[in-house]
């Protein structure tokens, strides 16, 4: 059990470096430099793909976490 959430550890970091940065520098966070940030823009084709899959492994990640802390 402890070998797949290491896998699926692994898979989550990099199928979140793959994401697409939606804020191109932190600094214009702070500042309100990048008004598109919060706006409802839909996602599509690989995008969505990603953020599925993103989500996906991150709810595989903590059911076997919480499993392995039962134990």
Do not use: C, H, P, Y
């Amino acid at each position: 059990m402890e070998t797949l959430l290491l896998i699926i550890s692994i898979l989550l970091i990099a199928i979140v470096l793959l994401q697409s940065n939606k804020a191109s520098d932190s600094a214009q966070i702070i500042t309100g430099g990048n008004e598109s940030l919060f706006q409802n823009s839909k996602e599509r084709g690989i995008e969505l793909l990603i953020s599925r899959i993103t989500l996906i492994l991150g709810i595989i990640f903590f059911v076997i976490s919480f499993i392995l802390f039962i134990k």
